[in-house]
């Protein structure tokens, strides 16, 4: 069980990745077309059309299909300051009553987002803009990714749920335990370090 | 039901639910308890509205330009420029720490990657030439919360888009409280090292010069200053293609210095997404929850219980003081930003106060936030670029700013001008 739950959990973890850079290729993408919109814009008084149409889209889709990678990276931000004084045991059970409301907000929010992207099917519902984008096509698109956020989520929970009834706090906390500030604050520090290079007149 | 609410709400957060979840809940509960009608019927339509609302598209595009910026060295000779210009004044380097900040802070909208980005560079420097440490380490907290009151900044973009106040206007208003916080930043600085000189340690001297020459060191970062603020006053972006803009521009320096890499863009998008989805997903929740609040009276309710209360602007502005000092204790400042603004700021536009100088207001205390413990982000960024030591000694050392950061409210409060004078001549 535990075995198998953790193939799942690795497979969540690649797709979540793969979704997560395609997503901020996306948007990196419209980047250089707002970007290249703008400057058309001013120097020779042409627009592409439709620019920040296309990139709020794209902004809805990437940020749905980053959801579950932001999960797996416990970087969903949680109040910690009763439970950083509560015992492992208490924690634990609270790990599981975060992945359970995060459960149950987004399958509502992936329930209503589907159901908006089969109204808009069946009407053939178009945005009001000049581009008229079939709205099927982005609201799809966002959709599939907050489904992608459920099914991590309920695999994570069970992952967590059966680790606890094993006894393992550990594994609990290290798949599901709220981060702490020292582990965000050591995350902003290493990037910082890595990059760093001193000037040559400090060095010495 | 104002009462049921609060408590459901303090609850939720306490028992450490993620907090766009504990807020999406909050939501879902008080339309059982209070609504007939299926009120969440509406969250596919306003979920959707609002994660494809191009003006929030901007959080990533700042998120994505901070993230490039810290990857494409452009603070350490930015920095090594701050020394020859200002470490001359008593308290040396430590003028350096804050004048890096405020620059850096002009092209970065984050506190934390300010803070991160001139400490890295920094902190070496502070055994080798004999400085007392807490307050070296005191200057790099502070001077990076500059990062968020300094234009451009994330934490402005969403009290905008959560108040439907300008951006551009925002932007200006918070360009001269920034500079007037670095120079009360180093006042403090000097006024303590002329008392005690032994915390001042050695000056590296410059001539003119090697300040002219370090010069050329500043264009990089006016250059994404220009783009990302400047190109909104010129007349040719909004806030949201200034930022597009930005990203470009920011990855064309880290090509020019040979930082660009696929490893790298890997790393940015990574950070960057990992940000935004934290963000989205408790706009989501909160503008849900505010509906909810809306359709079923509480919005009404809340106001006219704060209007009962009587108090007058200045109490009322005391008590949203108080309240976020407090609650900067315990909440992660975006999310404490998202889940109050909404529901703090209509009330405080109704009594009367400038959308725009209460957002500046609203910023300061979120510095304020970042350098007072126990969850003061900025405090534990400094110290995790240490080589160990006591995490007490950021604390204590910062804690001379907070007081500057409480002048700076103060002054504010006294003369709104400083704050609201530069977007008037604009508009």
New interface residues.
Partial sequence: MTRALDALLRLADRVS?WA??G???L??A???V??V???L??FFLFSLGGA??L???A??I???W??S??LL?R?????????GHLPQRMRAA?DI??LL??A???S??AW??S??WATSWDFAARATTPLQTPLWI??GL?SLGLILFVLVTLALLLRTVVALAGGDLAAVRALAG?RT??E???D??????E?????E??RG | MLAVAFLLLILLLALALPVAAALGVLGLLLEQLYSRMPLSLAMGEIAWSSSKDFLLVSIPMFILLGEILLRAGVAERMYDAMIKWLSWIPGGLMHSNIGACAIFAATSGSSVATAATVGTVALPLVKRHGYNERLFLGTLAAGGTLGILIPPSINMIIYAVLTDTSIPKLYLAGIFPGLALAALFMLTVAVLCILRPGWGGRKLPADWGQRIASLIHLLPPLFIFLIVVGSIYAGFATPTEAAALGVVASLGLAWGFGRLSLAMLREVVENAMRTTAMVMLIIVGAYFLNFVMSAIGLTAALTTFIAGLGLSKLEMLLAVIVFYVILGCFMETLSMMITTIPIVAPVMFQLGFDPVWFGIVIVILIEAALITPPVGLNLFVVQSLRKGGSLNDVIVGSLPFVLAMFVMLAVLVAFPGIALWLPAQFS
């Fill in positions: 990745l997560t850079w997503g901020g290729a948007m990196l419209a980047a250089f707002v970007g919109d703008v400057l814009r001013k920040d149409e990139s709020g889209y902004f809805a990437s940020t749905a980053a959801l990678f932001t990276r970087a969903h931000v949680r109040v910690d300051a009763l439970y609270l009553a975060a409301a995060l149950l907000f987004a509502m929010l209503h987002a159901a908006m982005p609201q966002w709220a500030i020292e965000d604050a050591a902003e520090a290493a990037i910082a370090a990059v760093r290079t001193t000037p007149s400090l």
